[in-house]
C-alpha cells in the first residue's frame, strides 16, 4: 500500500475532517479551560446511596472542650484531618466553623445554603464536594458536622462513568471527531461518486452517470453533478451518432465496392493483355477496402450491440492450433518461424467465430511486425479457472507510452502500416465480450508480448 494512502492529508476528506476535528478540539479546550477558571456556581442535591454507605462506615470522636473555647476541638480535628481520607468540619450556631484547612470563602456560601435546607445534601463546587449538615452534640451544645472530600456529584445525571472531567473531555473530542468525519464525508462522498464516473466515462461507459446521491442535493455539488450528467447524455448521443454514421456509411459502401469488383471481371476479360498490371493493383486495392469495411461494419456491430453471439463449447487448443497453421503458411514467405507450445483438450463456453477472430487478429498484428528470419512464439497455459495465451514476437516492440493505446480503433503506431489499426481493437472487444482480458507488454530482450485471459465458465 503506497504511503499516500496512509496519510490523511493525502486526501480532501483527510484535509476537512482534520481542519473540522482540529478546530472542535480547539473550541473543547477553550471552553473548558474558560468554565473551569470562571465558574463560580455550585450545585447541591439529596445524598446518592454511596454517599449513605460512607455515614455507616463513620465513627464518631468523642469532642471536648472548656467553656467557649474550642481549642481542643480545633485540636482533635486538625489531627484527625492530617491523616484522614475525608476531613471533619464543625460549624456552630453562631455559624463559626471549626477545621483545618480552612476552604474558599465560596464553600461557606454553599454550606450556608446547605445548612437552610432541609435534611442532608451533598454540595460541589468545581471538583470539590461537602456532605451535611449532620446534627452532632458536644458538651450539651449542639454542632453541624460536614464531611469533606466525599464522591462527586453525577454531572446532569450522566453514567457514573462519565463523572471523570477528563473522562467527559475525552468523549468531547471523539464525539467532535465522529461529528467532523460526517460532515466532512458528507463533502466528499459526492466528489468521490464523480470521479469514478468521470473514470468509468473515460474508458468507454458512455452510460455512467454520477446519479441521484449526487443530483438530489440542492448546493453546489448537486449542481456540479447535474451539469455533469448533462454533459455525460450529450457526448453519448454525439458518440452514438458518430457510430451509427460509421456503420451506415461503410454498409453503403459495400454496394458500389461489389458492382465495381464485377464491373472489373468484365473489363478483365475484354482487356488486352499489358492492362493486366493496373487491374491486378485496382483489384489488390478493391480487396483491401472489402476487409477494412467489413472490419469496420464488424466494430460497429460491437459498438452497438448489433452483434449476434452464439455461445457454446470450443476446444480452444485446436481452435489456436487452426490458426497458427494458417498464419504458419503465410509467414513462409518471408521465413518467419512460428512455434506453439498448446495445452490439449482445453475447452471453454465461447462464441467460435468470436475466438477465431481474436486469435487471428492478434497472431497476424505479430506476424505483420516481425523481421525476416525472425520467430513467433505463441504458448498456452491453463488454471481452474481460466485460460492464457501468449503470443510473443520478436518486432520492435512498442513505446511504453504508447502501449495504452495499442487498442485505440483506427490506432497505428506506424503510419506506413497498411493496416486500418482496427485488428486489435476488434480483439479487445471480442475478449471483453467473454469476460476476458487482452494486454500488451515490451520484451526485455525486444519485441512485444500480448497476453489474452478467457475465464473457462
Same mark, same amino acid.
Given at each position: 500500500?503506497?504511503?499516500?494512502?496512509?496519510?490523511?492529508?493525502?486526501?480532501?476528506?483527510?484535509?476537512?475532517?482534520?481542519?473540522?476535528?482540529?478546530?472542535?478540539?480547539?473550541?473543547?479546550?477553550?471552553?473548558?479551560?474558560?468554565?473551569?477558571?470562571?465558574?463560580?456556581?455550585?450545585?447541591?442535591?439529596?445524598?446518592?446511596?454511596?454517599?449513605?454507605?460512607?455515614?455507616?462506615? *463513620? /465513627?464518631? $470522636?468523642?469532642?471536648?472542650?472548656?467553656?467557649?473555647?474550642?481549642? %481542643?476541638?480545633?485540636?482533635? #480535628?486538625? !489531627?484527625?484531618?492530617?491523616?484522614?481520607?475525608?476531613?471533619?468540619?464543625?460549624?456552630?450556631?453562631?455559624?463559626?466553623?471549626?477545621?483545618?484547612?480552612?476552604?474558599?470563602?465560596?464553600?461557606?456560601?454553599?454550606?450556608?445554603?446547605?445548612?437552610?435546607?432541609?435534611?442532608?445534601?451533598?454540595?460541589?463546587?468545581?471538583?470539590?464536594?461537602?456532605?451535611?449538615?449532620?446534627?452532632?452534640?458536644?458538651?450539651?451544645?449542639?454542632?453541624?458536622?460536614?464531611?469533606?472530600?466525599?464522591?462527586?456529584?453525577?454531572?446532569?445525571?450522566?453514567?457514573?462513568?462519565?463523572?471523570?472531567?477528563?473522562?467527559?473531555?475525552?468523549?468531547?473530542?471523539?464525539?467532535?471527531?465522529?461529528?467532523?468525519?460526517?460532515?466532512?464525508?458528507? *463533502? /466528499?462522498? $459526492?466528489?468521490?461518486?464523480?470521479?469514478?464516473?468521470?473514470?468509468? %466515462?473515460?474508458?468507454?461507459? #458512455?452510460? !455512467?452517470?454520477?446519479?441521484?446521491?449526487?443530483?438530489?442535493?440542492?448546493?453546489?455539488?448537486?449542481?456540479?453533478?447535474?451539469?455533469?450528467?448533462?454533459?455525460?447524455?450529450?457526448?453519448?448521443?454525439?458518440?452514438?451518432?458518430?457510430?451509427?454514421?460509421?456503420?451506415?456509411?461503410?454498409?453503403?459502401?459495400?454496394?458500389?465496392?461489389?458492382?465495381?469488383?464485377?464491373?472489373?471481371?468484365?473489363?478483365?476479360?475484354?482487356?488486352?493483355?499489358?492492362?493486366?498490371?493496373?487491374?491486378?493493383?485496382?483489384?489488390?486495392?478493391?480487396?483491401?477496402?472489402?476487409?477494412?469495411?467489413?472490419?469496420?461494419?464488424?466494430?460497429?456491430?460491437?459498438?452497438?450491440?448489433?452483434?449476434?453471439?452464439?455461445?457454446?463449447?470450443?476446444?480452444?487448443?485446436?481452435?489456436?492450433?487452426?490458426?497458427?497453421?494458417?498464419?504458419?503458411?503465410?509467414?513462409?514467405?518471408?521465413?518467419?518461424?512460428?512455434?506453439?507450445?498448446?495445452?490439449?483438450?482445453?475447452?471453454?463456453?465461447?462464441?467460435?467465430?468470436?475466438?477465431?477472430?481474436?486469435?487471428?487478429?492478434?497472431?497476424?498484428?505479430?506476424?505483420?511486425?516481425?523481421?525476416?528470419?525472425?520467430?513467433?512464439?505463441?504458448?498456452?497455459?491453463?488454471?481452474?479457472?481460466?485460460?492464457?495465451?501468449?503470443?510473443?514476437?520478436?518486432?520492435?516492440?512498442?513505446?511504453?507510452?504508447?502501449?495504452?493505446?495499442?487498442?485505440?480503433?483506427?490506432?497505428?503506431?506506424?503510419?506506413?502500416?497498411?493496416?486500418?489499426?482496427?485488428?486489435?481493437?476488434?480483439?479487445?472487444?471480442?475478449?471483453?465480450?467473454?469476460?476476458?482480458?487482452?494486454?500488451?507488454?515490451?520484451?526485455?530482450?525486444?519485441?512485444?508480448?500480448?497476453?489474452?485471459?478467457?475465464?473457462?465458465?
Amino acid at each position: 500500500m503506497h504511503w499516500r494512502k496512509l496519510n490523511p492529508l493525502g486526501s480532501v476528506l483527510g484535509k476537512i475532517w482534520l481542519s473540522f476535528w482540529i478546530t472542535l478540539i480547539f473550541i473543547v479546550l477553550a471552553v473548558y479551560f474558560v468554565s473551569f477558571q470562571v465558574a463560580q456556581t455550585y450545585q447541591i442535591a439529596p445524598p446518592a446511596p454511596r454517599h449513605i454507605d460512607i455515614l455507616t462506615n *463513620i /465513627v464518631l $470522636p468523642d469532642f471536648t472542650y472548656v467553656g467557649n473555647d474550642y481549642t %481542643l476541638i480545633a485540636n482533635e #480535628l486538625e !489531627a484527625y484531618n492530617a491523616q484522614s481520607r475525608l476531613q471533619w468540619y464543625l460549624v456552630d450556631s453562631a455559624y463559626q466553623m471549626l477545621g483545618t484547612p480552612k476552604p474558599p470563602s465560596r464553600i461557606l456560601v454553599m454550606l450556608s445554603e446547605m445548612i437552610d435546607k432541609e435534611g442532608m445534601q451533598v454540595g460541589q463546587w468545581r471538583s470539590e464536594a461537602w456532605l451535611g449538615p449532620m446534627d452532632i452534640p458536644i458538651n450539651g451544645q449542639n454542632f453541624r458536622l460536614f464531611l469533606r472530600g466525599v464522591p462527586n456529584l453525577p454531572p446532569a445525571n450522566l453514567p457514573f462513568w462519565m463523572e471523570s472531567q477528563w473522562v467527559r473531555v475525552v468523549f468531547a473530542l471523539v464525539v467532535s471527531g465522529l461529528m467532523s468525519l460526517i460532515l466532512s464525508w458528507s *463533502i /466528499v462522498r $459526492p466528489l468521490e461518486k464523480l470521479r469514478t464516473t468521470t473514470k468509468a %466515462l473515460a474508458s468507454g461507459t #458512455l452510460d !455512467a452517470r454520477a446519479g441521484s446521491s449526487v443530483s438530489r442535493r440542492s448546493d453546489e455539488i448537486g449542481e456540479l453533478g447535474r451539469d455533469f450528467d448533462d454533459m455525460a447524455s450529450r457526448i453519448e448521443k454525439l458518440v452514438a451518432a458518430q457510430k451509427r454514421l460509421l456503420g451506415n456509411v461503410s454498409h453503403e459502401l459495400r454496394s458500389p465496392l461489389t458492382r465495381l469488383q464485377v464491373a472489373m471481371g468484365i473489363v478483365r476479360q475484354k482487356s488486352p493483355p499489358e492492362l493486366d498490371k493496373a487491374l491486378n493493383r485496382i483489384e489488390r486495392e478493391s480487396d483491401r477496402l472489402e476487409n477494412l469495411i467489413a472490419q469496420i461494419l464488424k466494430l460497429s456491430r460491437f459498438e452497438n450491440d448489433m452483434l449476434h453471439v452464439e455461445f457454446q463449447k470450443v476446444d480452444f487448443s485446436e481452435l489456436v492450433a487452426k490458426v497458427v497453421e494458417d498464419a504458419r503458411f503465410e509467414s513462409s514467405t518471408r521465413a518467419v518461424t512460428i512455434t506453439d507450445d498448446l495445452v490439449e483438450n482445453c475447452t471453454l463456453f465461447a462464441d467460435p467465430q468470436l475466438m477465431h477472430s481474436i486469435v487471428d487478429n492478434v497472431l497476424r498484428n505479430a506476424l505483420r511486425f516481425s523481421p525476416e528470419n525472425g520467430e513467433l512464439r505463441v504458448e498456452m497455459t491453463h488454471t481452474k479457472k481460466q485460460i492464457s495465451l501468449y503470443i510473443i514476437d520478436q518486432g520492435p516492440g512498442v513505446p511504453d507510452d504508447k502501449l495504452a493505446r495499442l487498442f485505440d480503433p483506427f490506432y497505428r503506431l506506424d503510419q506506413t502500416n497498411t493496416g486500418a489499426g482496427l485488428g486489435l481493437n476488434i480483439a479487445l472487444q471480442a475478449v471483453q465480450l467473454h469476460n476476458g482480458k487482452i494486454t500488451a507488454s515490451n520484451n526485455k530482450d525486444g519485441g512485444l508480448t500480448v497476453e489474452i485471459l478467457l475465464p473457462l465458465t
